[in-house]
């Protein structure tokens, strides 16, 4: 008698210590965990972690079915999960977006299983936090992405300046050619063809090297002086006079405010050149292209409106990506590179600016640009 009361204490104080051993893992797990009434749905316990991670009291946890927590209501499938835990005894989702208590979002890992404790059928919900885990991912995934842009564009700045030399001695020797007094008529087309596709090419290159050493000395590069709008504006036009005269195209100038910019003149002149440029390549013969200006507190706000072939919808959210050229573009005799662009946008954004299109197919297109006042 004695022996069998002395056998069931040691059972018992066997199972007070796994009990407490249990207990404690429970407690001190670096994981939500929760318990579920197998057959109801409630939940029988919740440990500490989740209470923490989710934010809800113990009590706003316990006696309620899993789906009417709040963490648990905008997951339509919970009450599918916990038919399906009831059926299969597993279920686990890989990625599940839980809501706090104060309105986060948290991207868990959530798996569940059933088993036999003693007599009874047990659910218990393990929930793992993985959004640092994503945002590492995440955070991985963007520096390879950079570093891999930084090796494209580390290897086109180095092409391009290898093919500086080359190119300036070709050119050297077609000038020498053109300057040679014995030759023939047709001779001398074939130079000036020549020569002008070494001025295509050198544009292209100046081209590139803007746009690849915009990432290694970038604003380096920029010098930023006291720059009259309307005398920068008048100079661009009048460098683009003859290019509109090729098509008959008028450039008016609007009222333009007396205001100076802060920013580098050279860079601000091709922005401008270009934009009007392009203005000029993809405007209708006989349009108009019209420069407006207004003053907005501490930024100037430019718009360049043509009467142009426009820009199809689909096409207006790539047209500052390097080398993109609409399809309506490609049609015309104008053979750009698709770069044109690419520099103007990193110009304006050198310069604390912003660049923006409307277009129309068929009726024209405006770029709006505004620039710091220089204060
Ligand atoms: P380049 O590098 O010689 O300037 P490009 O003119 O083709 O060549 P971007 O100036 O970058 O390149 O312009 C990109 C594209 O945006 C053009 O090919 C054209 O499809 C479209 N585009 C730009 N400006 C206009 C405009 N004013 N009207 C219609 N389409 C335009
Ligand atoms: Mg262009």
Known sequence: MTKKLNNEKVIASKLLASEQRYRRLFETARDGILLLDSQTGEITDVNPFLIELLGYSKEEFLGKKLWEVGAFKNIKASKETFKALQDTGYVAYEDLPLETKDGRLIEVEFVSNAYMAGNERVMQCNIRDISIRKRI?????????????????????????ELRTPLAIIKGNVELALRNKDKNASQVETFKAINVEINHLAELLSDLTTLTSENKIAHQKIFKSKVSLLRLIENVTERCATLALTKNIKIEIKEIPDVSLAGDRIYLEKLFSNIISNAIFYGKEKGSIIINAKKDKKYIIITIKDNGIGIEKEDLP???????????????????????????????????GNIEVSSVIKKGTTF???LPLFL
Do not use: C, M
């Open 137 to 161: 991912d995440a955070v991985d995934k963007s520096i390879l992405f950079l570093e891999q842009e930084k090796l494209k564009t580390n290897f086109i700045a180095d092409a391009t300046h």
């Open 368 to 370: 709006t640009i505004s």
């Open 318 to 352: 790539n047209i500052f990506n390097r080398f993109y050229r609409a399809e309506n573009a490609r049609d015309t005799k104008r053979e750009g590179t698709g770069l044109g662009l690419a520099i103007s946008k990193w110009i304006v954004e050198s310069h604390d």
